[in-house]
């Protein structure tokens, strides 16, 4: 949704990398870029006033005009006011303190409200709760019946005592479901309301009525996030009519400009609680304004990737499969394993845009197809366990009936087991390296013996000149090892002394810091 917008700032921001100050004319022309991609965002006009004034304010002072690098401190300034436009703080429900915590969904018709309550439910009865559905929408067609078969994939219970199309009254249902949730020990009650196609007096007398005899602790304003400055009308006369406590932006994973995401929260002052991202239930999560703020700018989402992982990976496993890994046990059933768990945390291509400077590949990530997992997984499926765990014993009659198991060519089996092969070699490297165990030591010990053989066989040079500056080279060598290094740390390391004096570095890009010929970072000779 955002990829224009980031494309757009990331083209206001490369004409400051490299200089060393910032003029008044760079600072209007950057203002003037991110100006024209907010608004071709779709971000509503006063948002945009005030997010420019903001940020020009903010580049004009001293804090940047002495920056070392004035590009990364505008960029820095850019994102904290994008954290503050789109609410500043990731925010929680407010459960009641005697139960049930009743929840109101509100928002016009097609926003997404059935299919968000089932959502909802999913995620509250994850997080320990016992949620309870209720069919108020018993105006629109199989509105009822939608909400019970989601309830029924999120694997809650529903309330639903009226059939709808038109029959029974939406306030007494309401009304009529806290209590039954009271006795059934529901400690959550998400209440799913009707919409219009408009805002109308009708849909807020019905949702100011539903309001008052279930006194919810939560009205969350559903918005559709690709109907962009519209968004923010809805909203304000939701505010106005029947209030509201938080903002749930549904359809995030759209192709729209993604305005109503930086509008609304602004101009409405209510936060944006959570946020979906498709038509699967698993596709919703809490809204981080910092995390979001960080793709916008093509610098990843690090802890959402972490969460996802932690969700698809069970820590047992992750620790049993990294002993395999380092003790070269690693098996194509274990890759398999591995592939399938990354299939369920989403796309593949989701996952690498959450990664830092992938915003920079757009075009490669756009290449990216799901199908290439399935199809190596089907390969491997196609084996027998005992090819899956010895690859060697896969000649070429054997290869052949891969492939046919599976719909691919023997050149595309033997592509698998080749970068198979190098993977788990890599592997074996990076868990050696960082100590794991089954070879950690022995990986480490024959990298000493080949940098012994390598310091003896250089320890010899027939030309004289180039044998005397290895002998100044190996000298220097010693002396740094005896007092810390190059950059002249104390032999203990930093000590109680904190760091050593360095030069100022503003000086350094001013030209006249440099320190004196023959003499080291830290002033040594």
Not at 76 to 101: M, Q, S, Y
Not at 158 to 184: I, L, S
Not at 285 to 304: N, Y
Not at 319 to 336: G, I
């Amino acid at each position: 949704m955002f990829d224009t917008l980031s494309s757009r700032l990331d083209k206001a921001f490369s004409s400051l990398r490299g200089k060393g100050r910032l003029s008044e004319a760079d600072i209007d022309a950057t203002a003037r870029e991110i100006r024209v991609a907010l608004l071709e965002a779709d971000v509503a006009l006063p948002a945009v006033r005030a997010f420019i004034i903001a940020v020009r304010e903010r580049a004009r002072s001293a804090e940047v005009s002495a920056s070392l690098n004035p590009a990364q401190q505008v960029i820095k300034i850019v994102n904290e006011e994008l954290i503050a436009i789109l609410g500043g703080g990731t925010t929680t429900l407010r459960f009641a303190k005697t139960p049930p915590t009743v929840i109101l969904l509100a928002g016009l018709q097609g926003t997404g409200k059935t299919t968000l309550a089932g959502k909802l439910g999913r995620w509250l009865k994850a997080q320990g709760h016992t949620p309870l559905l209720v069919a108020a929408d018993l105006q629109r067609p199989n509105a009822v019946t939608q909400l019970q078969v989601v309830a029924g994939r999120a694997g809650v219970d529903v309330f639903a005592p009226e059939p709808g199309n038109g029959v029974g009254d939406p306030v007494t249902v309401a009304r009529d479901a806290v209590e039954h949730a009271r006795r059934r020990l529901h400690d959550v009650v998400v209440v799913d309301t009707a919409g219009r196609l408009g805002v109308d007096a009708d849909m807020m007398r019905q949702a100011a009525a539903i309001r008052d005899v279930t006194a919810p602790d939560e009205i969350l304003f559903v918005v559709d996030a690709m109907i962009g400055q519209d968004a923010v009308t809805t909203a304000q006369a939701f505010a106005d009519g029947v209030g509201f406590s938080g903002v749930v932006l549904t359809k995030l994973d759209g192709d729209a400009r993604g305005g109503a995401a930086l509008s609304v929260s602004h101009l409405t002052g209510r936060p944006i609680m959570f946020a979906s991202t498709g038509e699967a239930l698993e596709d919703f999560d809490v809204f981080h304004p910092e995390r979001m703020a960080s793709r916008i700018l093509g610098m990843g989402d690090v802890l959402t990737l972490i969460e996802q992982a932690e969700k698809a990976f069970e820590a047992d496993q992750a620790e049993a499969m990294a002993a395999k890994m380092a003790a070269s046990e690693f098996t194509l059933s274990d890759f398999l394993e591995q592939m399938l768990a990354v299939r369920k945390m989403g796309p593949i291509a989701n996952l690498l845009g959450m990664l830092p400077g992938m915003g920079q590949m757009k075009e490669q990530l756009s290449q990216i197809d799901d199908r290439d997992v399935d199809r190596v997984v089907a390969i491997i499926r196609s084996m027998t366990p005992a090819e899956r765990h010895d690859p060697r014993i896969l000649q070429a009659s054997r290869k052949a009936r891969v492939a046919r198991g599976s719909g691919v060519t023997v050149t595309e089996v033997n592509q698998l087991l080749d970068r198979f092969d190098e993977a788990r070699k890599v592997m074996k490297q990076m868990a050696g390296g960082m100590g794991l165990p089954g070879g950690g030591q022995r990986s480490r010990a024959a990298s000493n013996r080949k940098t012994s053989k390598k310091a003896k066989g250089a320890s010899r040079k027939g030309n004289p000149a180039a044998r005397a500056a290895q002998t100044q080279a190996q000298k220097a060598a010693t002396e740094a090892r005896r007092t810390g290094g190059p950059l002249g740390l104390p032999p203990g390391g930093l000590g109680d002394g904190g760091m050593p004096d360095m030069p100022d570095l503003s000086a350094l890009m001013r030209g006249d810091g440099f320190p004196p010929s023959g003499q080291g970072r830290g002033g040594r000779r």
